[in-house]
């Protein structure tokens, strides 16, 4: 958070993929070229599984950490992600589009690249891209195991936070839904009032 503190408004892309997510070595290299050419900050919750080494230096690329020292923060251990999506700082969210996830991108209006491995997030993704129009869609080869290109990733993450329309349009499209996701939990607001007279019933 200290680090967060010290970067520029909506400048860091987020990458976290919850509890279960997971990558083979030669994705996680792929996935540093990715963020590194894409010449963002970045904020990697990088939590490597007992199948790869825990070494930074070895599952990374070469200078990785050197070259992106001061935009980029890499860490392999638990972080409070509801602090970081809501932080003035984070711009976008690289997430597995997992339903906590999804929950806490609209609550405070970030737009998500989506990057979906198991389980319903795969629908989530959907219609968070085609439905919503919340997050843009990373292309994946799912003949490959659903392998994403370095410079897919770089692509995915200059739209999402930088100066292209299409990444544009769906930041907006963001915050119009957390101001509408607010005013539908205050009081007069749909959520409000459905949770109101539910209340009101059960003590009858």
């Known amino acids: 958070m200290e680090w967060l503190e010290q970067q520029p408004h909506s400048s860091v ?23 590194e050419h894409s010449g963002h900050h ?17 599952i990374l690329p070469d200078g990785f950490l050197d070259r992106t020292k001061g935009r980029g923060l890499v860490l392999d251990s638990w ?16 997430s ?9 991108s609209i609550w405070f209006g970030v737009p998500i690249l989506t990057w979906p491995l198991c389980a319903e997030q795969k629908l989530n993704a959907f219609q968070l891209v085609q439905d919503s129009g919340l997050a843009l869609e990373l292309k994946m080869d799912y003949e490959k195991d659903g392998w994403v290109s370095a410079q897919e990733l770089e692509k995915g993450v200059r739209c ?4 292209i329309e299409e990444g544009q349009k769906v930041r907006k499209r963001a915050k119009e839904m957390a101001e509408a996701s607010k005013r539908e939990v205050a009081q007069g607001g749909s959520s409000f009032s459905i949770l109101e007279r539910l209340a009101k019933k059960s003590m009858h």
Do not use: R, Y
Not at 42 to 47: A, D, E, K, N, P
């Open 13 to 35: 892309v987020f990458l976290c993929f919850g509890s279960m997510g997971s990558f083979s070595a030669p994705q996680l290299k792929e996935m540093a070229l990715g963020l």
């Open 42 to 58: 970045l904020l990697w919750s990088l939590l490597c599984h007992s199948s790869i080494d825990t070494d930074f230096d070895k």
């Open 79 to 94: 972080v409070p992600q509801v602090d970081i999506v809501g932080h003035a700082a984070v711009g976008g969210f690289v």
């Open 96 to 104: 597995h589009c997992g339903w906590n996830s999804t929950l806490e």
């Open 160 to 163: 999402l936070i930088g100066d």
